[in-house]
């Protein structure tokens, strides 16, 4: 059974930064590709990071790259999401799944987390 674990999430002011985990079981993680999606209020959800099974390659949206990292642990099974500069648009509820593809929203495991909540304000 997937399980996908997120946490870290949490109120912060614009500019800061914060680390999010996302600790998966149930399949061969080091199998596959992961990513890290988010989704606002009213908004559909996306693919904001991705990282290839071994963490040689490294995707992220426009609206992140420079300032958001993605890495990950093989040995633990654990995808992380480092984010730094802060923008109030970047609150939203975060999740991590498996992407089939970087463009598309279509995810190797239907069972979703229940997310970790980030919001940024003053």
């Known amino acids: 059974q997937v399980q996908l674990v997120e946490s870290g999430g949490g109120l912060v002011q614009p500019g800061g930064s914060l680390r999010l985990s996302c600790a998966a079981s149930?399949?061969?993680?080091?199998?596959?590709?992961m990513g890290w999606y988010r989704q606002a209020p009213g908004k559909e959800r996306e693919l904001v990071a991705r990282i290839s099974s071994a963490g040689v390659i490294r995707n992220y949206a426009d609206s992140v790259k420079g300032r958001f990292t993605i890495s990950r642990d093989n040995a633990n099974n654990t995808v992380y999401l480092q984010m730094n500069s802060l923008k109030p648009e970047d609150s939203a509820v975060y999740y991590c799944?498996?992407?089939?593809?970087?463009?598309?929203?279509?995810?190797?495991?239907?069972?979703w987390g229940r997310g970790t909540q980030i919001t940024v304000s003053s």
């Open positions: 149930g399949f061969t993680f080091s199998s596959y590709y």
């Open positions: 799944n498996a992407p089939k593809s970087w463009n598309g929203g279509s995810v190797f495991f239907d069972s």
